[in-house]
């Protein structure tokens, strides 16, 4: 069972848990709670066998994620920022990048700030052909704080990375396309059958691969790691799993394989 939050609304459909981030009134900026609440639907989503995937997306047709909720941090000292930041990274950012489960962001209007930086940390984007993205923290005097100096970086290039966050310019949909920002632009109405296209796909693969496949992934843009030998490492193990048992008799039987993710 998936928890009640106030500012997050949840539903499971064909193994999917789809997670609306619901202040449409303040455009879904995120705020402590809603950061708390995030967190602790994903702890709990993370431990459900039959939710194979997560799409995140935000209430009504404007708004992704317009950013953190100013207000809240207007009066900060630097050692409040600095948790602000710390506590972001740990609880929502680098723990949707690290998910065992694959997160996609359905990007249904303006992503910017905080918002950005939430679907640069899922795993694949989709956007509305509406979506505005950009990085806007130098405008208030501050620097992106929830990852953004350095996954947009890995996203885009270095290049682009520095002229949108030091001109605080916000990018369109197609342009974020061109430049390797989203996977997919859709209309509105199509955003979500786009994302459940691809869980569909998900859905038929080993739940043990795809986790080990994230993790591998990933270990090739951490800095104390050789994403190579983690790649031989995990890929030896692959061996030992029921997962790759059930694909390879499948294979050999010429069956569609019935995956338990399941490791050893």
């Given at each position: 069972m998936i928890m009640t939050a106030e500012s997050i609304l949840t539903e499971i459909k064909n193994g999917v848990l789809v997670i609306t981030i619901n202040r449409p009134d303040?455009?879904?900026?995120?705020?402590?709670?809603?950061?708390?609440?995030?967190?602790?639907?994903?702890?709990?989503?993370?431990?459900?066998?039959?939710?194979?995937?997560?799409?995140?997306?935000?209430a009504g047709t404007k708004s992704f994620v317009a950013g953190a909720d100013i207000l809240e941090f207007a009066n900060y000292s630097i050692a409040e920022g600095r948790q602000l930041s710390s506590t972001g990274h740990f609880k929502i950012f680098n723990f949707i990048e690290n998910y065992s489960k694959p997160v996609i962001a359905a990007v249904n209007g303006?992503?910017?700030?905080?918002?950005?930086?939430?679907?640069?940390?899922?795993?694949?984007?989709?956007?509305?052909?509406?979506?505005k993205m950009g990085l806007p923290?130098?405008?208030?005097?501050?620097?992106?704080?929830?990852?953004?100096?350095?996954?947009?970086?890995?996203?885009?290039?270095?290049?682009?990375?520095?002229?949108?966050?030091?001109?605080?310019d916000m990018i369109n949909a197609q342009d974020a396309y061109?430049?390797?920002?989203?996977?997919?632009?859709?209309?509105?109405e199509e955003l979500l059958n786009k994302c459940f296209e691809i869980t569909s796909k998900i859905a038929t693969k080993s739940p043990t691969a795809v986790r080990t496949a994230i993790k591998v992934i990933n270990a090739g843009y951490n800095s104390t790691l050789n994403g190579y030998e983690v790649e031989i490492e995990e890929f030896g193990k692959s061996f030992g799993t029921n997962d790759f048992k059930e694909g390879i008799n499948a294979f050999i039987e010429k069956r569609k394989a019935n995956f338990q993710g399941q490791g050893n």
């Open positions: 303040k455009l879904n900026a995120l705020n402590k709670q809603t950061i708390e609440e995030l967190h602790e639907t994903l702890v709990d989503a993370e431990n459900q066998k039959a939710i194979r995937a997560i799409i995140l997306t935000g303006f992503a910017l700030g905080g918002g950005l930086e939430l679907a640069m940390a899922c795993h694949m984007r989709v956007a509305s052909d509406n979506a923290e130098v405008s208030l005097g501050v620097i992106p704080g929830y990852g953004g100096t350095q996954r947009l970086a890995q996203l885009v290039g270095k290049g682009k990375a520095f002229e949108m966050i030091v001109t605080a061109k430049w390797g920002l989203v996977n997919y632009v859709t209309t509105q």
